[in-house]
């Protein structure tokens, strides 16, 4: 009995008390020619989507960028205000604030350095003599933010998840994944390849490359050839196949003559364990092949490319515009760059992101919006416990270990009760590139010194000023930035049905992926461990494969489907948590009728707080990027694609046969 949601989130909100909620749907971008049976997405936001143009900064615009944009502003006041603080002390937040920014808006210097702050990281690159230098260079330019083909992070241990453990991935490449490299017979692809050796070239020939074009060439030869043995994102979803224990001993095995213990020695985790945890076995075989075949000469310039291609954005204008073209222009379709002082609010969200937070969370967010948010958690994981109980086909055996997962979730909401020390980091008024590669540094070894200690369970992965959410599954946990809770995701002035249809089926949906094909993986401690039988994994696969199907055949520009398969954890998360969010709805209602708002009943309320939670509007070059690397649907696929496979929803729109968002029953998937 679901006695917890019989109390209404808008009664537990004194705020709310003094006047009647209102429906909380933008009903004015209601589109009254297309039926909501043949199209949800467009009929909820066909007004907005008609008459909203992309903003020429950015590459996509809709409720999360917007919200972003929101925020925006209120950072830059409390960033100009540390700036401003004349009684700021030396090493104090205020004074890493107030520098830092102060050092990026400076373009006047930036211009008289050119390259000249990178002169000591090109200089240790153009000294290198032979190949056995390259492990203990990889490793200092790791720490330091620049990519190499390998990656090295220190994180929970996937099957000791009580003790942190290193993990090496592939990586090094400039371009955002394999297929831009692979992908000839696709022409925009091809296209953009051909830009991004110009880039190089460019870049290269600015710090004083005396034959850029053919480094560049080369480069991007030795980039194809790393990109060949990397694993494609579908193959890094399976959790099981990326987790490779291996002895330091052993890496010899993989990548015969490279010197690991110096790498590991110097990336300062030599001496803190006895194995590491390889990601892409043979990708690390593969790397070692071309490092062996790919001569010196096109190394050094490949790091060279590496080093100038990480810090372009904070280098003089030629150094930043080319970066800007190729990244945000050609891969985007961004063609105007966003003002200096976002740029310098990014920067800081990157290198002093939750001291940023603490000052965010004590101006812009009520208590009352955190303790309102406490509820809707518990009540969906209230709703999530029944909903197991109710499952026809999962075993009472799994059912018992999904109850015992479910229990030990974590939720944390808003912001984090211990919050980041940064005294050990070093921000300096006159000096960009040093401010940038000191902040790497010292996130890089924030993370290594986590080795051989407790678990730290208070830490979060986002900062309070962030517009998302997360789950992880090393430490079971739920996670609900501040900034999240805002409408259209979290109105405090509106009716439930919103509410839930919004951030309640985002909580669900977090909660989801501890049960998605990839998190199910993993128990309620956070070890990756088969806790199902495997009558209820081949079940659970049959309804997978459906949503794999399903999406595939979805569109959002021609010639190029999402694909099925990278967004499955992310679609049955979203199919997931709007049915468990509508079930925890309903029981909040206590059995009496929702009230009527806006001629809308409470149930299609709901499933309108859904679909006006992914209006957007993305460019084609930023949707051609996201289908190849992004593991969430379209917008407008997150709203009727979900919704086609939900029950209530036929129910509160009355879709029929012959609707073009009818699906029969038989062919609707549904998970919970």
Same mark, same amino acid.
């Given at each position: 009995?679901?006695?917890?949601?019989?109390?209404?989130?808008?009664?537990?909100?004194?705020?709310?008390?003094?006047?009647?909620?209102?429906?909380?749907?933008?009903?004015?971008?209601?589109?009254?020619?297309?039926?909501?049976?043949?199209?949800?997405?467009?009929?909820?936001?066909?007004?907005?989507?008609?008459?909203?143009?992309?903003?020429?900064?950015?590459?996509?615009?809709?409720?999360?960028?917007?919200?972003?944009?929101?925020?925006?502003?209120?950072?830059?006041?409390?960033?100009?205000?540390?700036?401003?603080?004349?009684?700021?002390?030396?090493?104090?937040?205020?004074?890493?604030?107030?520098?830092?920014?102060?050092?990026?808006?400076?373009?006047?210097?930036?211009?008289?350095?050119?390259?000249?702050?990178?002169?000591?990281?090109?200089?240790?690159?153009?000294?290198?003599?032979?190949?056995?230098?390259?492990?203990?260079?990889?490793?200092?330019?790791?720490?330091?933010?620049?990519?190499?083909?390998?990656?090295?992070?220190?994180?929970?241990?996937?099957?000791?998840?009580?003790?942190?453990?290193?993990?090496?991935?592939?990586?090094?490449?400039?371009?955002?994944?394999?297929?831009?490299?692979?992908?000839?017979?696709?022409?925009?692809?091809?296209?953009?390849?051909?830009?991004?050796?110009?880039?190089?070239?460019?870049?290269?020939?600015?710090?004083?490359?005396?034959?850029?074009?053919?480094?560049?060439?080369?480069?991007?030869?030795?980039?194809?050839?790393?990109?060949?043995?990397?694993?494609?994102?579908?193959?890094?979803?399976?959790?099981?196949?990326?987790?490779?224990?291996?002895?330091?001993?052993?890496?010899?095995?993989?990548?015969?003559?490279?010197?690991?213990?110096?790498?590991?020695?110097?990336?300062?985790?030599?001496?803190?364990?006895?194995?590491?945890?390889?990601?892409?076995?043979?990708?690390?075989?593969?790397? !070692?092949?071309?490092? %062996?075949?790919?001569? *010196? =000469?096109?190394? +050094?310039?490949?790091?060279?490319?590496? &080093? /100038? @291609?990480?810090?372009?954005?904070?280098?003089?204008?030629?150094?930043?515009?080319?970066?800007?073209?190729?990244?945000?222009?050609?891969?985007?379709?961004?063609?105007?760059?966003?003002?200096?002082?976002?740029?310098?609010?990014?920067?800081?969200?990157?290198?002093?992101?939750?001291?940023?937070?603490?000052?965010?969370?004590?101006?812009?967010?009520?208590?009352?919006?955190?303790?309102?948010?406490?509820?809707?958690?518990?009540?969906?994981?209230?709703?999530?416990?029944?909903?197991?109980?109710?499952?026809?086909?999962?075993?009472?055996?799994?059912?018992?270990?999904?109850?015992?997962?479910?229990?030990?979730?974590?939720?944390?909401?808003?912001?984090? !009760?211990?919050?980041? %020390?940064?005294?050990? *980091? =070093?921000?300096? +008024?006159?000096?960009?590139?040093?401010? &940038? /590669? @000191?902040?790497?540094?010292?996130?890089?070894?924030?993370?290594?010194?986590?080795?051989?200690?407790?678990?730290?369970?208070?830490?979060?992965?986002?900062?309070?000023?962030?517009?998302?959410?997360?789950?992880?599954?090393?430490?079971?946990?739920?996670?609900?930035?501040?900034?999240?809770?805002?409408?259209?995701?979290?109105?405090?002035?509106?009716?439930?049905?919103?509410?839930?249809?919004?951030?309640?089926?985002?909580?669900?949906?977090?909660?989801?992926?501890?049960?998605?094909?990839?998190?199910?993986?993993?128990?309620?401690?956070?070890?990756?461990?088969?806790?199902?039988?495997?009558?209820?994994?081949?079940?659970?696969?049959?309804?997978?494969?459906?949503?794999?199907?399903?999406?595939?055949?979805?569109?959002?520009?021609?010639?190029?489907?999402?694909?099925?398969? /990278?967004?499955?954890?992310?679609?049955?998360?979203?199919?997931?948590?709007?049915?468990?969010?509508?079930?925890?709805?309903?029981?909040?209602?206590?059995?009496?009728?929702?009230?009527?708002?806006?001629?809308?009943?409470?149930?299609?309320?709901?499933?309108?707080?859904?679909?006006?939670?992914?209006?957007?509007?993305?460019?084609?070059?930023?949707?051609?990027?996201?289908?190849?690397?992004?593991?969430?649907?379209?917008?407008?696929?997150?709203?009727?694609?979900?919704?086609?496979?939900?029950?209530?929803?036929?129910?509160?729109?009355?879709?029929?046969?012959?609707?073009?968002?009818?699906?029969?029953?038989?062919?609707?998937?549904?998970?919970?």
């Amino acid at each position: 009995m679901l006695t917890t949601l019989a109390l209404s989130l808008i009664t537990a909100y004194a705020g709310a008390a003094d006047t009647a909620p209102g429906s909380g749907i933008d009903v004015q971008y209601i589109d009254a020619g297309v039926r909501p049976q043949d199209d949800f997405f467009v009929h909820l936001n066909g007004g907005w989507l008609k008459g909203t143009e992309i903003p020429a900064d950015k590459s996509s615009w809709g409720t999360f960028a917007k919200l972003r944009d929101d925020v925006l502003p209120e950072l830059r006041g409390i960033i100009e205000a540390a700036d401003a603080d004349k009684a700021r002390k030396p090493g104090s937040d205020a004074q890493k604030i107030g520098d830092l920014y102060a050092s990026f808006m400076d373009e006047q210097k930036l211009e008289a350095l050119g390259f000249k702050p990178l002169t000591g990281e090109l200089s240790s690159i153009r000294a290198i003599k032979d190949k056995k230098a390259f492990p203990m260079l990889m490793a200092h330019l790791d720490k330091i933010g620049v990519a190499t083909p390998y990656s090295l992070s220190v994180r929970p241990d996937a099957r000791e998840s009580s003790k942190y453990a290193v993990y090496i991935g592939q990586s090094g490449l400039g371009l955002p994944d394999r297929d831009y490299y692979l992908k000839k017979d696709d022409a925009k692809m091809a296209a953009a390849l051909a830009k991004y050796e110009v880039l190089v070239a460019k870049i290269l020939g600015l710090a004083g490359d005396k034959n850029p074009g053919a480094n560049a060439k080369a480069i991007v030869a030795l980039e194809t050839a790393l990109a060949e043995a990397q694993w494609t994102k579908v193959q890094n979803r399976d959790p099981v196949k990326r987790y490779n224990k291996t002895p330091i001993n052993k890496l010899a095995e993989l990548a015969p003559g490279y010197d690991w213990g110096h790498a590991l020695a110097v990336a300062g985790v030599g001496a803190k364990t006895d194995y590491v945890i390889v990601s892409q076995p043979s990708y690390l075989s593969g790397f !070692n092949a071309v490092l %062996d075949k790919t001569d *010196l =000469a096109t190394w +050094k310039a490949y790091f060279e490319w590496q &080093v /100038l @291609r990480s810090a372009s954005p904070y280098l003089s204008k030629a150094f930043a515009d080319a970066h800007f073209d190729f990244y945000s222009t050609v891969l985007t379709g961004v063609a105007v760059k966003p003002p200096r002082w976002k740029r310098a609010v990014a920067l800081e969200e990157r290198a002093l992101g939750e001291v940023l937070g603490k000052l965010y969370v004590a101006q812009y967010f009520p208590p009352e919006r955190k303790a309102r948010m406490d509820e809707l958690v518990k009540n969906l994981l209230v709703a999530y416990k029944d909903s197991i109980d109710q499952l026809d086909w999962m075993s009472p055996e799994t059912k018992k270990e999904a109850q015992a997962k479910l229990a030990k979730f974590t939720p944390k909401i808003g912001y984090p !009760n211990k919050w980041r %020390d940064y005294s050990a *980091l =070093a921000i300096l +008024k006159n000096d960009l590139v040093g401010n &940038v /590669l @000191r902040a790497e540094n010292f996130a890089y070894q924030r993370m290594v010194n986590k080795l051989g200690k407790p678990i730290d369970r208070e830490e979060w992965g986002m900062t309070p000023q962030t517009i998302n959410a997360y789950y992880n599954s090393t430490m079971n946990e739920i996670v609900f930035p501040a900034a999240i809770l805002q409408p259209p995701f979290f109105d405090a002035t509106a009716d439930d049905a919103v509410n839930y249809g919004a951030i309640g089926a985002v909580i669900g949906h977090e909660i989801s992926h501890g049960f998605d094909d990839g998190g199910s993986q993993s128990d309620g401690d956070g070890n990756l461990r088969d806790w199902w039988t495997k009558q209820d994994r081949i079940n659970f696969k049959a309804k997978t494969d459906a949503l794999v199907k399903q999406y595939s055949g979805y569109s959002p520009l021609q010639g190029y489907n999402v694909n099925g398969e /990278l967004t499955l954890g992310e679609n049955i998360a979203d199919n997931s948590g709007a049915a468990i969010a509508f079930k925890a709805y309903k029981l909040s209602l206590g059995g009496k009728p929702a009230p009527v708002i806006d001629g809308l009943s409470g149930e299609q309320r709901f499933f309108m707080g859904w679909g006006q939670v992914w209006r957007s509007k993305t460019r084609d070059e930023q949707q051609i990027l996201l289908i190849k690397t992004d593991p969430h649907s379209p917008g407008q696929f997150r709203t009727n694609g979900t919704l086609v496979n939900q029950p209530g929803f036929y129910d509160a729109f009355g879709v029929k046969p012959g609707d073009k968002m009818y699906v029969a029953p038989e062919q609707r998937v549904i998970i919970w």
